[in-house]
Every structure is written in structure tokens, then in C-alpha cells.
């Protein structure tokens, strides 16, 4: 288990080139099992979780080679279609490869996935759109699915889950027929995922839209692919480094569209930036101020579905308010134990108060004074490193390797922009 030691009170500056999605790149590993043909996937994050994946991958058969940041895969060896139980309890994205090994290769064996614990993450709305596609399901500790008659399906998703949402569209691009996803998930990773497929030969309509139709094709090729940029990552250190009144420039902003759901809510806190082309530019200069509603009422931060305020920001804007001025309410609609972590800040001197499990009023600004902590999920772990930044003393990180799950080499790119920050083993 390794630790963060952080010493605060020092600006961020320096410039930042994001690496490719997290929540794009697990999928897109997913769907190489889609097909015998190589699939190269470029920009690929040095992440814990892609680690876990390709292990995945690897013990099925499927062979690997890494250049830097592509991965080309190849499930022509692949010889197994049982998941490895403690790889599929580290990472949540285990269960999106249910729909595409089940569809390609005729059953899968897996369990249930792990991930964060912030919530119940349901996994129901994954096997409704794979029962009418025309996969069986049984088994409850562990799942064991099997392709009967691949077939396209209209199907009406209870919740537009993304990771359901990607798992039933690799499926469909395999099934006879036409397939039409009413409430999909429209997130910029799932049009990323869209996209590789359709490369493949899928054919696909209506990607980043609520209503998806995908006509199935016999057989899928190999593809070239490049991930767009991580938009909570980047997200998460210009957050940092207006939090510590610094600046940073994001270079290779290829999509600057999904800032713009974050910026929304950012702006609320006080926070501003320009682009120009690929290029994202913050200095904050002058102190954060909370921007109140209308007739000088409490504004407030709410997270949703895609184009809502990202979940996996809240966190790290919660402490972003702690050094704001004025009062505002941040409202966590997806993840019923996301909020827990605000105890840690509060310890820090941090002014919140917690209503119930989904929502907490934060005033600020607050000077927040050095603590150890414990990192109990990857978002949160981030958020606490910035709080740190921010701190006067030296905090102490505990369960670092959670946040690496999820930022690649955080360590190594904020010392890139100045701070003090030192991991220990």
C-alpha cells in the first residue's frame, strides 16, 4: 500500500497534455474480443484499471503488445471465456466484457464487478438488453451467459446506464437484424466506443443521442483508433490549479465539446477559461467567488446524466467551493455514498455541512490545515489531494494506489506543475 505526502501552499503552473479516456479506453479494450483482426487503440492511459483489463484479456488468450500509449490486441488465440474471479472484483469494467464475448464467441463466464464503492451500481439493466438480444443469463455469484439466437431488439433502458448502454451496443453490432436503444447513454466515451465499432464495420446511427440503432453485421474487422481526451482528468487539474491560485495550459484538447458541460458548473464556483483550437487556457488571478442565482438565492451544483454535471467531478468541486467565497449546494442524485468523503475535508477545517446522503452545503472560503487521510475512492482520492494542495502543512494520503486507478501518474504530473508531493511505498 502506498501513501501521497503532500506539503500545500504552493500555485500550480505549468502545462498539461491529457491522456485518453478512462471510461472510454475499458470498453474499447473490451470490443477487440469482437473480432480475430488486430485493434490498435492509441492514447491509451497508463492507468490501474487498463492494467487490470488487459490481464483480463491476457488469461482469456487474447495476445497483447504495448508501444508506449497504443495497445494493439488480437482475440485470435483467444481460448477461454471464463473471467478470473479477483481480476473481475478489482474493476468495473469486467462486466462489459458479458455482451461482447457473449455475442462473438457464444457464453461467458464471469463475477460480479468491483470498482468504487459509492453506491449500488446495478448491473440489471446489462442483462435486460442482453435477455432480448438473445442471451440467456444464470447463476447469481457468478454469471454464465450463453448465446442462443442472436437477434436485433427494440429495447426502452430503465436507467441510461453507460456501461449497460456500451455492453448491448458491442452486442447488437453482431445481432441479425436492426436494434434500436431507446435511453442510451449519450456520454462522450459511449460516441468514442460508437465510433471504434462503426471503424470495425458496425453500422450505427445516432450516436450521442438518447436513441441508438444499430443494424448487425455478420462480422466485424480490425480498426486504428486514437481515445479522445479524458475530460474529467482534465477537469480534476485545472480545478487544482485554480483551487491553489495558480494557471495551466492544457495542450491537444481535441474535444473541447465535453468541457463544456464541466465548465457550466465550474463557472458557478468562480471559474473561468479560454480556448483557442486545441489549446485550454486558466489563470486564476483573482479570488474564487461563488456566483449566486437570481435574487441573491443559494445556487447549486447537480450532477445526472449526460449533458447533466459530470459524478465524477463532484468531488473534486466540492473542494474547489471550500476555497470560494459564498455559499453553495452541491446535489449527488447518482451515487447514494459518493458524499461520505466531506468528513475528511470537514476534519481539514473545511465549512460543510452534510444534509442527508445526496446533498451538502459548502461555505467558503476556508483555510484548510494539514491531516492524514485515507483515500477511499479514486475521485475522492483526487479530491483530497487537491484539499491537500491547498493546506498549510504536510498531509499524508493514505491507499494512494486507489487514485491510480484512475489518474495516470498523478504523482509525476503535478510535480510537472509545481506541487510538493512525494509517493512512498
Not at 44 to 71: C, F, N, Q, Y
Amino acid at each position: 500500500m502506498s501513501k501521497f505526502v503532500i506539503r500545500g501552499g504552493r500555485p500550480l503552473s505549468g502545462t498539461l497534455k491529457p491522456v485518453g479516456n478512462k471510461n472510454a479506453a475499458l470498453p474499447m479494450l473490451a470490443a477487440s474480443v469482437l473480432t480475430d483482426a488486430p485493434v490498435t487503440l492509441r492514447n491509451m492511459p497508463h492507468i490501474e484499471d487498463v492494467a487490470v483489463m488487459l490481464d483480463l484479456l491476457k488469461r482469456l488468450g487474447v495476445s497483447i503488445e504495448r508501444r508506449g500509449r497504443t495497445v494493439i490486441l488480437c482475440a485470435k488465440g483467444l481460448h477461454s471465456t471464463r473471467l478470473n474471479r479477483d481480476l473481475c472484483r478489482r474493476v468495473r469494467g469486467s462486466i462489459l466484457l458479458a455482451g461482447p464475448l457473449a455475442a462473438r464467441h457464444g457464453q461467458v463466464s464471469l463475477y460480479p464487478p468491483g470498482g468504487d464503492v459509492i453506491g449500488r451500481r446495478r448491473v440489471d439493466t446489462h442483462f435486460y438488453g442482453l435477455r432480448e438480444l438473445g442471451i440467456s443469463l444464470s447463476g447469481a455469484s457468478r454469471f454464465v451467459l450463453k448465446r442462443t439466437r442472436l437477434r436485433g431488439a427494440d429495447l426502452l433502458l430503465d436507467e441510461a446506464s453507460v456501461t449497460a448502454t456500451e455492453n448491448i451496443l458491442m452486442a447488437a453490432s453482431l445481432a441479425r437484424g436492426k436494434t434500436t436503444i431507446f435511453n442510451a447513454a449519450c456520454e462522450p466515451h459511449v460516441r468514442d466506443l460508437g465510433v471504434l465499432l462503426s471503424k470495425m464495420g458496425a453500422r450505427i446511427q445516432g450516436l450521442g443521442t438518447n436513441r441508438i440503432r444499430v443494424e448487425g453485421v455478420p462480422k466485424l474487422n480490425g480498426a486504428i483508433h486514437t481515445l479522445s481526451p479524458d475530460h474529467i482528468e482534465v477537469g480534476s487539474y485545472i480545478a487544482a490549479a485554480a483551487a491553489t491560485r495558480g494557471q495551466i495550459q492544457v495542450q491537444g484538447m481535441t474535444d473541447t465539446t465535453s468541457l463544456k458541460v464541466v465548465e457550466r458548473g465550474f463557472q458557478k464556483l468562480g471559474m473561468s477559461w479560454s480556448t483557442r483550437g486545441a489549446r485550454l487556457s486558466l489563470r486564476q488571478t483573482t479570488p474564487l467567488r461563488i456566483q449566486k442565482d437570481l435574487g441573491s438565492a443559494v445556487p447549486r451544483i447537480e450532477d445526472g446524466i449526460w449533458p447533466a454535471f459530470p459524478s465524477d467531478l463532484m468531488s473534486v468541486a466540492i473542494v474547489l467551493a471550500t476555497q470560494a467565497s459564498g455559499t453553495i449546494l452541491f446535489f449527488e442524485k447518482l451515487f447514494e455514498s459518493r458524499m461520505y468523503f466531506v468528513d475528511r475535508l470537514i476534519e481539514m477545517g473545511a465549512q460543510i455541512i452534510q444534509c442527508d446522503p445526496h446533498r451538502v452545503m459548502v461555505t467558503g472560503p476556508s483555510k484548510l490545515h494539514a491531516t492524514l487521510q485515507t483515500s477511499p475512492d479514486i475521485r475522492a482520492g483526487m479530491a483530497l489531494i487537491i484539499a491537500a494542495l491547498c493546506a498549510k502543512g504536510e498531509s499524508i494520503i493514505d491507499n494512494a494506489q486507489v487514485i491510480d486507478r484512475g489518474y495516470e501518474h498523478v504523482d509525476e504530473r503535478l510535480q510537472a506543475l509545481g506541487a510538493h508531493i512525494e509517493r512512498v511505498d
